[in-house]
């Protein structure tokens, strides 16, 4: 799909697009080629999403996910203030939290 390399490919929802990650020169972008299957797989257009330098890369997977409707994206950031936080049982957090105020 790519004429330069790419990595990190994703399809989108449609099933008629693949996402995925060019280099460029120091840095790298998202990439949306739109694909045609009859009568045979052609790329019928790439289009430049935005930069993603910024954004964490792993291989052999992506590292990043596309929203159902195809137009959003949630991607992990390099930058080494980042943190990740992991909520388990909101609704019970959430339960105690109006408890505590019910008093």
Known sequence: MSLTGGSEPMWGPSGGELFYRA???NAAVLVAATLSFTPALTVTARQELFDVTAMATTTPH???DVSPDGRTFAMVRTNPSTRIVV????????????RGRAR
């Open 23 to 25: 280099p460029e020169v």
């Open 62 to 64: 992506s590292n990043y």
């Open 87 to 98: 909520i388990q049982n909101l609704p019970a957090i959430f339960a105690q939290l109006e």
